[in-house]
């Protein structure tokens, strides 16, 4: 397949023709959380055909954004993992990420799939460095059938899948009420209230948890 390209020399369209392309930053999102195995890329990206995901690996790879690796034990299986220019595109991600909160999200459509591991990567966009100055603290998550933890450590966040050794504090709710946090139907603290989310661990981590992820506040797009 021939690559399309807007044949102009300026650095926003030669990225664009990088990975502008249907599906490729979202290809891009699922790697930002670490390496994955061809079958957990088809998993995330439900509605991606078995064709055009090997497609666009194959230019991912080929432009120097995506390689192919072996993950350590005990799974020694192939995975994609980014490269250095892959990784860059992290910042730029993220915000797409933040603008999307706050002028794409709207309320959830019915056909629309969602995984709670997005999450990992919407609390890196929505970390509040003030807000954790000087705390040191594991927080993990557990949403329906994924977890996934953060790791605070004095105004910065490492968000990976997977559980934490030494959690701090554990979170645990439906997707359903983690999908209401999120769109702003509840605030944490009254989903904790409601018991719609329960909570164990260190009473003050928990307290700081509050104030360290903000969400925007969504914004209609229509002019006024």
């Known amino acids: 397949m021939e690559q399309r390209t807007y044949n102009q020399y300026c ?10 392309e249907r599906w490729t930053l979202l290809l891009i999102r699922e790697l930002l959380t670490g390496p994955k195995r061809y079958g957990d890329l088809q998993t995330s990206l439900r509605g991606l055909g078995t064709g055009l995901l090997a497609t666009r690996l194959k230019h991912l790879e080929r432009e120097g954004l995506v390689h192919k690796i072996t993950l350590p034990p005990p799974a020694r299986t192939p995975a994609y993992a980014l490269t250095e220019a892959g990784e860059e595109l992290g910042p730029a991600v993220l915000a797409l990420a933040r603008w999307g909160l706050k002028w794409a999200m709207g309320e959830r459509r019915e056909e629309e799939t969602f995984h709670p591991g997005w999450a990992v990567l919407g609390l890196r966009a929505c970390f509040d460095t003030k807000a954790a100055a000087g705390l040191h603290a594991v927080y993990e998550f557990r949403v329906g059938d994924e977890i996934f933890h953060a790791r605070i450590d004095d105004g910065t966040i490492e968000a990976l899948h997977g559980p934490a050794q030494h959690p701090d504090v554990t979170i645990t709710m439906s997707e359903e009420a983690f999908v209401d946090v999120t769109s702003h139907e509840w605030t944490l603290a009254e989903a904790i209230a409601t018991k719609a989310a329960t909570t164990t661990g260190d009473a003050v981590a928990l307290r700081r948890l509050k104030k360290l992820f903000r969400l925007p506040s969504p914004r209609s797009r229509t002019a006024t």
């Open 11 to 20: 650095a926003t369209a030669r990225t664009l023709d990088l990975v502008g």
